[in-house]
């Protein structure tokens, strides 16, 4: 499907079909490169999906376009989600997605815009997206410019004091065009978040930094379009969307199976997978079943 | 005072004066330019530019990873970000931050530092800047320069502005002698040679040019006639001019404010090495941090003037076979 309009958005009920195929696309992408962080970039696959389709105001045809929304993925390790809604909408062919982490290849395995401009940032480095979002704003601020900032961070970077170096300056400056979301999906390389640097208060820390701050399910398609639209009009704060997710959401025996935070699927695991996400379960039942499946999880 | 003898010290701007003067003027004719500050803007001399265009100065706070990534993010927007805190802060703390936010995107951010080297003076080590030119020589695309007085410091700066990419600037805290005229013209990339010998070639930058001269004229007394680069510019090294003047004179001394390791030193004996190897001694801090005291006292203690400048061309020009 390609969707070449001025503004990219779709009718709502087409949404959770579009998350449906980019969790797809992110199972083949990384089956087929071999390596990659499925957990981070199914957790997101409806923000991912609500960006993409309904609340940034961008051009698939024209990335480069000057009256755009910016798009920041902070947590960079979670691109596959990002180049899938990017395919999906139209930014290049779906076949591109096939080169994920080859030599060559514009969809590198962190983003980096030498490859691909349109991703407006270089990220992979926990914790510094989140600023270059925040000089986006300022700029936009600077500028009086009637557009949003869109930055996408997990949860591991609150571990980082960079983010909140950012989050201090976002509230001080009311970048209110700065819309953070954050895929809380409880996980981060070595395991439980709550087991290695617990977050909480999360909410409360963030609006100590003046920041004003919805939690939504995020795999919720509406309570995230609510959150966005709010998020959108607000005035004189910095926007934050906790958004409480599945890691590995969707694949049932990725689902809080923490193995799969930085491990590719199997040619076998990525068969089941998909048939799983369209809607049998079978083959990964089976799977699990034959023990064929390291579980790690809770 | 035996110094004032052999050679007239004029003294000029400090580097960092030149810097904050040079930026208000880039301000007035640039709306693109936005200055960030960590806080220090009454050291680096941002605060003149504050003082003219609040609206395109942020001082971030004591916050050098934020602003790094600030100044990613505005460039990313089309703005000119001009960053400064001390050399120490923005590049040793903020390393990370330059190469994700600026480096590897290739962001048209411009760097510049004070408090470059030891002639910092009575703050001590945690302020003494020795390792910053390596570390910027070290990350892609970064243009890395370490200008000698406040014409070349000006000139820079302007020039700066005019390119696209990323550029790191070190200046200093103390006055500056004058080594250039106003009218001299400066280009990164191009050293300039101030003095042209036959016997060795001292080749310096920041505060070790004025003390390459005073050494060229003493080496004079002794029958040695030695030519003085001014190389403002680390990378990209002017390697055809090294190597013209090493062709002419056959030996050649590096003199840095800044640890001998992965400087300026580091660099022309790369370019020496593969082009025309010559003995070469480098004149630099010795893999050690520095220490409180007078600038003069601590350029003296390790080794950083025009004196221990000519015994190393001495040397370098016994080793010649």
């Known amino acids: 499907m390609i969707i070449a309009k001025k503004i990219c958005k779709l009718p709502l009920m087409e949404l959770p079909s579009i998350a449906r195929e980019v969790r797809k696309e992110v199972i083949r992408m990384l089956a087929q490169a071999g390596s990659g962080h499925p957990g981070g970039s199914l957790s997101a696959a409806e923000i991912a999906t609500c960006l993409f389709f309904q609340a940034m105001r961008h051009d698939p045809k024209n990335p480069q376009w000057e009256d755009r929304d910016r798009f920041v993925l902070s947590k960079g390790h979670g691109c596959p989600v990002v180049y899938a809604a990017m395919a999906i909408a139209g930014y290049f062919p779906k076949e591109l997605l096939g080169t994920l982490r080859k030599l060559g290849s514009p969809l590198q395995g962190h983003p980096d815009t030498r490859f691909m401009p349109a991703l407006e940032a270089c990220t992979g480095s926990l914790g510094q997206g989140l600023s270059i979002a925040a000089g986006l704003a300022l700029a936009m601020q600077m500028d009086k410019k009637d557009r949003r900032v869109y930055v996408l961070m997990s949860d591991g970077e609150n571990e980082e004091g960079q983010t909140w170096e950012a989050a201090g300056f976002a509230g001080f400056h009311k970048l209110d065009r700065l819309i953070a979301i954050l895929d809380y999906n409880g996980y981060q390389l070595d395991g439980a978040i709550k087991d290695i640097l617990d977050l909480e208060p999360l909410r409360s820390k963030w609006e100590s930094f003046r920041w004003n701050v919805q939690e939504v399910d995020g795999h919720s398609i509406p309570e995230l379009l609510a959150a966005l639209g709010k998020a959108k009009g607000a005035k004189g704060q910095p926007q934050m969307i906790i958004a409480h997710t599945v890691k590995g959401k969707g694949v049932s025996f990725m689902e809080n199976n923490n193995t799969f935070h930085g491990v590719a699927p199997t040619q076998e695991e990525m068969q089941a997978a998909i048939k799983e996400l369209d809607g049998d379960p079978s083959l990964s039942q089976a799977l699990v079943a034959a023990g064929k499946i390291k579980k790690g999880g809770k | ?321």
């Open chain 2, 1 to 321: 005072m035996e110094k004032e003898k052999a050679l007239e010290k004029k003294m000029g701007l400090a580097t960092r004066d030149a810097y904050g003067q040079a930026l208000a003027e880039l301000g007035r004719s640039n709306p693109k330019i936005v200055v960030l500050d960590g806080d220090l803007s009454a050291s680096t001399k941002t605060n003149l530019f504050a003082k003219e265009f609040p609206d395109r100065f942020y001082n971030v706070g004591i916050a050098e990873a934020n602003l790094v990534g600030l100044a990613g993010g505005l460039a990313q927007a089309g703005k000119i970000p001009f960053i400064s805190s001390f050399a120490c802060f923005m590049v040793c703390r903020a390393y990370d931050q330059l190469r994700m936010a600026v480096a590897v995107p290739h962001q048209n951010v411009k760097v510049v530092t004070s408090h470059g080297g030891i002639s910092v003076g009575e703050d001590g080590a945690s302020q003494q800047s020795i390792e910053d030119v390596a570390l910027m020589v070290s990350m892609p695309g970064f243009i890395v320069t370490v200008p000698s007085d406040e014409h070349c410091t000006r000139a820079l700066v302007k020039q700066a502005a005019q390119i696209k990419g990323p550029v790191y600037i070190r200046t200093g805290r103390p006055k500056a002698p004058l080594i250039h005229e106003a009218s001299t013209s400066f280009s990164f990339g191009k050293g300039i040679l101030l003095r042209k010998g036959k016997d060795v070639t001292l080749v310096a930058n920041g505060l070790m040019v004025f003390e390459s001269l005073w050494a060229a004229e003493e080496l004079e007394k002794s029958g040695i006639s030695a030519s003085v680069i001014d190389m403002h510019t680390v990378k990209p090294l002017d390697e055809d001019l090294v190597v013209s003047q090493a062709q002419a004179t056959g030996a050649v001394v590096t003199a840095e404010e800044h640890q001998v390791w992965g400087g300026l030193g580091a660099a022309v004996a790369s370019a020496l090495g593969r082009k025309c190897p010559v003995p070469q001694e480098l004149v630099g801090i010795q893999d050690t941090y520095a220490e409180s005291g007078k600038p003069d006292e601590l350029l003296e203690k390790y080794g950083l003037t025009g004196r221990r400048i000519a015994e190393a061309a001495r040397k370098a020009v016994s080793r010649k076979r």
